[in-house]
């Protein structure tokens, strides 16, 4: 069965969506643990990180490279952290996170934002890339 992400790929389901290219998807996640948290996905399914063929491996990290840098660009914060958890959707994604104290990593604390927030973030990411 598809997973949710393979579903937001095939645009079945909405995202607020960062960037895309031939392999890659950038959205923000849905629940974030911080404003601007974004999720980078191959387009391929795999559900781990460690079994993705070497050439997507390498193109998502340097997919996401550029989305962080873009995200430490756009949204006031500290560093951008990244992490893959992968407990709830197995399907490969890096979270890139803002950071500005370690609750923002700990995936226990989440921000509630609106339509509109999420619409202005997605697009401020946008524009730094
Ligand atoms: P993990 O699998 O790494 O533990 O977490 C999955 C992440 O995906 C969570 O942070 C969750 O909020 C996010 N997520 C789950 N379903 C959706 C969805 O339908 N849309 C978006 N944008 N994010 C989602």
Known sequence: MATIFTKIIAGEIPCYKVAEDDNFLAFLDINPNAKGHTLCIPKKEVDKL????EGTY??????SRKVGKAIEEAIDCNRVGMAVI?????HVHVH???????KDATFQSKVQLSDAEFKEIA????AKL
């Open 50 to 53: 460690l079994d993705l063929d």
């Open 123 to 126: 697009s401020k990411i946008s």
């Open 58 to 63: 390498s193109g998502l990290m340097s997919f």
């Open 86 to 90: 992968g407990l709830e959707v197995p």
């Open 96 to 102: 890139l996170i803002p950071l500005n104290s370690m």
